[in-house]
């Protein structure tokens, strides 16, 4: 998968994700117009199905709001890399079918907001296209990776039934 970075610093909270007033509703759809609309004003009409959070360390932390990720999913981010993710938003995230990867925090400060980046999961790196280097995510734990296969917690159980 390949898109372009958008970057965000520290602790972006799940109320800078998608914002408590928009919480009415459950439909990820209604949600994905409204996402980081606090954060930085018009984003989610800017993001292109394929692009990639890149994010400081803490990310999503606050509440523990499943739309944070679900929001960002359907928006069309195929991942977010961070240096570490709050634990709550670490499991919503693929129990929403959200990728996330942990990077090294220098690698996350190497990239640049708009680097083209590529997530290559079978050899567990992302490239930086634009300035032509490489990266190691942190592995996911196998039963992550077949909650992300599913396409979320809740794809995953209905086909084991």
Excluded at 36 to 51: N, P, T, V
Excluded at 126 to 143: A, D, H, L, W
Aim: glycine share 8%.
């Amino acid at each position: 998968m390949m898109g372009k970075a958008w970057k965000f610093g520290d602790n972006i909270d799940t109320d800078l994700i998608i914002a408590a007033r928009y919480l009415n509703t459950s439909d990820g759809k209604e949600l994905a117009k409204k996402v980081f609309e606090d954060a930085r004003a018009g984003l989610a009409s800017e993001i292109q199905k394929g692009d990639i959070i890149v994010a400081g360390e803490n990310f999503g932390c606050g509440s523990s709001r499943e739309h944070a990720p679900l929001a960002i999913r359907e928006a069309g981010v195929a991942a977010v890399l961070a240096p570490y993710f709050a634990r709550i938003f670490y499991r919503n995230a693929f129990n929403t079918g959200l990728l996330i990867l942990e990077l090294e925090p220098r690698d996350i400060t190497s990239i640049n907001e708009g680097d083209e980046l590529e997530i290559d999961l079978d050899s567990k790196c992302v490239i930086n296209k634009t300035q032509n280097t490489q990266y190691s995510f942190k592995e996911i734990p196998p039963f992550m990776q077949e909650l992300l296969k599913s396409g979320g917690l809740m794809a995953y159980a209905k086909a084991k039934l």
